[in-house]
């Protein structure tokens, strides 16, 4: 079966860190596009970083230069690590698996989601 | 970045209306317009992908289109299921951004 399931949320002070894992089952995580969205309480969703299958990255400006995505091919996972949290990057934190592929090729589409893990920065 | 506006921020139907829901971005993104649907205390879920494909194992109640810079979600008859919140999604560029979703209620 195809998921994703995400661990490591809790609570944190303001400026600690937290590590994020998304554990992957059913597909390789380095042959696709991975990313962590992001949605606050009662809020909309917000995309916070991607992983190309090449390896490198991108980030949202509210993030960077806080938050570091890789992944580890052993284990099949995707992390997230946050240092310098704030009170906004309180959240529900999804890992999310981005790319279709189609008779046109590969689009980029969240197709599989985990289920979320949440992070509570507050002192 | 690339801003998503969806309308109506919230709606309410009764099983078997048929709905249409609107998202506008505020640039040219050919057909990179994904939808999502989400229900309380769940992770989204792919129902459209590139304007007007239809994800494998949605049903076929759901459809998409594309005019210019504006996308519609049309659900053809509502079931009780689908109340929910739903949300479009540029991938044209980075950063991918999202509307801010329109919660479709019970009337």
């Known amino acids: 079966e195809v998921q994703l399931v995400e661990s490591g949320g809790g609570l944190i002070q303001p400026g600690g860190s937290l590590r994020l894992s998304c554990a992957a089952s059913?597909?390789?995580?380095?042959?696709?596009?991975m990313s962590w969205i992001r949605q606050a309480p009662g809020k909309g969703l917000e995309w916070v970083a991607v992983?190309?299958?090449?390896?490198?990255?991108d980030y949202a400006d509210s993030v960077k230069g806080r938050f570091t995505i890789s992944r580890d091919h052993s284990k099949n996972t995707l992390s997230l690590q946050m240092d310098r949290l704030r009170a906004d990057d309180t959240a529900v934190y999804y890992c999310?698996?981005?790319?279709?592929?189609?008779?046109?090729?590969?689009?980029?589409?969240?197709?599989?989601w985990g289920q979320g893990t949440m992070v509570t920065v507050s002192s | 970045d690339i801003q998503m506006t969806q309308s109506p921020s919230s709606l309410s139907a009764s099983v078997g209306d048929r709905v249409t829901i609107t998202c506008r971005a505020s640039?040219?993104?050919?057909?990179?317009l994904n939808w999502y649907q989400q229900k309380p205390g769940k992770a989204p879920n792919l129902l459209i992908y590139?304007?007007?494909s239809l994800q494998s194992g949605v049903p076929s109640r759901f459809s998409g289109s594309e005019s210019g810079t504006d996308f519609t979600l049309t659900i053809s008859s509502l079931q009780p299921e689908d109340f929910a919140i739903y949300y479009c999604?540029?991938?044209?560029?980075?950063?991918?951004?999202f509307g801010q979703g329109t919660k479709l209620e019970i009337k």
């Open positions: 059913g597909f390789i995580v380095i042959n696709n596009y």
């Open positions: 590139a304007a007007s």
């Open positions: 999310a698996r981005d790319g279709i592929l189609s008779a046109a090729g590969r689009l980029d589409a969240f197709d599989i």
């Open positions: 999604q540029q991938s044209y560029s980075i950063p991918y951004t």
């Open positions: 992983m190309y299958s090449g390896g490198t990255t």
């Open positions: 640039q040219s993104i050919s057909t990179f």
